[in-house]
Nanobody, 120 residues
Framework: QVQLVESGGGLVQAGGSLRLSCAAS????????MGWYRQAPGKQRELVAT???????NYADSVKGRFTISRDNAKNTVYLQMNSLKPEDTAVYYC??????????????WGQGTQVTVSS
């Protein structure tokens, strides 16, 4: 089974930047589509961005133009570069393998995630 560990979260002021990392092990990383999710207090977990095995990307409307998902297959790592952060970006961020069809569904179990807090 694939094991994922998120890191890179922290406290940042509005307008600042953070880079999240998702380190994967236990499977063949390069064939997996990957996604970043987030869950804010009192809200459902939502999909933020995906990247396919071929490198194509998609983003939630709320983060388009501000966030960039990327992957380094040699390092078995997926990244989420977050710029121009807003208080509404505050959430616990999770990564997961995803299945992309007409919808996107997570395939693995959820880890601890990494906390992102954006102050106003």
């Amino acid at each position: 089974q694939v094991q994922l560990v998120e890191s890179g979260g922290g406290l940042v002021q509005a307008g600042g930047s953070l880079r999240l990392s998702c380190a994967a092990s236990g499977s063949i990383f390069s064939i997996n589509a990957m996604g970043w999710y987030r869950q804010a207090p009192g809200k459902q977990r939502e999909l933020v961005a995906t990247i396919s095995s071929g490198g194509s990307t998609n983003y939630a409307d709320s983060v388009k133009g501000r966030f960039t998902i990327s992957r380094d297959n040699a390092k078995n790592t997926v990244y989420l570069q977050m710029n121009s952060l807003k208080p509404e970006d505050t959430a616990v961020y999770y990564c997961n393998r995803v299945l992309i069809t007409r919808t996107t569904i997570p395939l693995g179990s959820w880890g601890q995630g990494t906390q992102v807090t954006v102050s106003s």
